[in-house]
């Protein structure tokens, strides 16, 4: 059975950071990607950072330079590091496993940002 967990959102003021971890178990296919993406209330889910096998990062712009995505390839787990965080950051976050067959979401963690 396919898990995707992610861990490690909560509330932080602005200027604060958090961590957050995502560890996916029961793949059996290759993973291609695995990346963060979120969505706020009232808006689509978007693209915050994703990371290939070989380490090849790609970000959206609005987070370049404050959050940083790390991965383990041997536990299947990825991190991103969010650093300066803004009000806008708040939103619900979700790990995305990208393999050679499907694609599988985690839940979701919810961060949010007190200005």
């Known amino acids: 059975q396919v898990h995707v967990v992610e861990s490690g959102g909560g509330l932080v003021q602005a200027g604060g950071s958090l961590r957050l971890s995502c560890a996916a178990s029961?793949?059996?296919?290759?993973?291609?990607?695995m990346g963060w993406y979120r969505q706020a209330p009232g808006k689509q889910r978007e693209l915050v950072a994703d990371?290939?096998?070989?380490?090849?990062?790609n970000y959206a712009d609005s987070v370049k330079g404050r959050f940083t995505i790390s991965r383990d390839n041997y536990r299947n787990t990825v991190l991103l590091q969010m650093n300066t965080l803004k009000p806008e950051d708040t939103a619900v976050y979700y790990c995305?496993?990208?393999?050679?067959?499907?694609?599988?979401w985690g839940q979701g963690t919810q961060v949010t940002v007190s200005s």
């Open positions: 995305k496993v990208l393999t050679i067959r499907r694609d599988y």
């Open positions: 029961g793949i059996i296919f290759s993973i291609n990607r």
């Open positions: 990371i290939t096998t070989g380490g090849t990062t």
